[in-house]
């Protein structure tokens, strides 16, 4: 089929992308602190919207649109503030808002399915840092006078999706059996979100400071 790359490209970009989903990033920060926080539904539900994110802009590169955002140095300003500006939110909330877990024997209201899922959606819609990802590492294995070149853009970002799920769900299932282990130490819980607010504003701050290179 035209839009399937070489064997050995693909075995080439799935070590990458294994590789890739392993390094820490705001998306991983979220569905694993949702996971600790709220359970492993609300972690999936993030990773979902992650997903999705990540489905829209391989699909906005492979057909030229992300390459038009960075080319306007307006239009990508105004996203890495969204951006930054909704990380700095998502600490704010993690320092205003409680874990959610059993505390005093009173359940906590935690956030819907749908919630999680359009945060994950957001976090990565919103962060130019993907946008530049996806620019630079998927042509990489694909050749530029390749007439299905488009078509094995997006075939090959799409298939991160499958290669990176068995190891972010693992990290999901293993956050939620921490998580039950913490149930009795709220004070330890209350350090976890200083800490996942910490490392939402390192993000931001760090995605302040991105350029196109």
Same mark, same amino acid.
């Given at each position: 089929?035209?839009?399937?790359?070489?064997?050995?490209?693909?075995?080439?970009?799935?070590? *990458?992308?294994?590789?890739?989903?392993?390094?820490?990033?705001?998306?991983? !920060? $979220?569905?694993?602190?949702?996971?600790?926080?709220?359970?492993?539904?609300?972690? $999936?539900?993030?990773?979902?919207?992650?997903?999705?994110?990540? =489905?829209?802009?391989?699909?906005?590169?492979?057909?030229? @649109?992300?390459?038009?955002?960075?080319?306007?140095?307006?239009?990508?300003?105004? @996203?890495?503030? !969204?951006?930054?500006?909704?990380?700095?939110?998502?600490?704010?909330?993690?320092?205003?808002?409680?874990?959610?877990?059993?505390?005093?024997?009173?359940?906590?209201?935690?956030?819907?399915?749908?919630?999680?899922?359009?945060?994950?959606?957001?976090?990565?819609?919103?962060?130019? &840092?993907? =946008?530049?990802?996806?620019?630079?590492? @998927?042509?990489?294995? #694909?050749?530029?006078?390749?007439?299905? *070149?488009?078509?094995?853009?997006? %075939? $090959?970002?799409?298939?991160?999706?499958?290669?990176?799920?068995?190891?972010?769900?693992?990290?999901?299932?293993?956050?939620?059996?921490? !998580? &039950?282990?913490?149930?009795?130490?709220?004070?330890?819980?209350?350090?976890?979100?200083?800490?996942? !607010?910490?490392? %939402?504003?390192?993000?931001? #701050?760090?995605? $302040?400071?991105?350029?196109?290179?």
């Amino acid at each position: 089929m035209s839009f399937l790359p070489d064997a050995h490209v693909f075995l080439e970009f799935a070590g *990458a992308a294994i590789i890739l989903t392993l390094i820490p990033g705001p998306d991983m !920060a $979220l569905f694993v602190g949702r996971a600790i926080s709220q359970g492993k539904a609300a972690g $999936l539900a993030c990773i979902a919207g992650c997903t999705t994110g990540i =489905l829209i802009q391989v699909f906005a590169v492979s057909v030229g @649109l992300s390459a038009l955002i960075i080319a306007s140095p307006t239009a990508f300003f105004i @996203l890495k503030v !969204a951006g930054s500006v909704y990380l700095l939110w998502l600490a704010l909330q993690a320092l205003l808002n409680r874990s959610n877990f059993f505390v005093d024997g009173k359940k906590q209201k935690k956030l819907s399915v749908k919630r999680n899922y359009l945060t994950g959606l957001a976090i990565n819609l919103l962060n130019p &840092k993907v =946008l530049l990802f996806n620019l630079t590492f @998927l042509p990489q294995f #694909v050749d530029a006078l390749d007439p299905h *070149a488009p078509e094995k853009i997006f %075939f $090959l970002g799409a298939s991160f999706i499958p290669i990176s799920l068995p190891f972010t769900v693992s990290m999901v299932l293993a956050a939620d059996k921490f !998580a &039950k282990a913490l149930k009795e130490n709220p004070h330890f819980v209350r350090i976890l979100d200083y800490l996942m !607010a910490g490392i %939402f504003t390192a993000f931001a #701050v760090r995605l $302040l400071v991105t350029e196109v290179k």
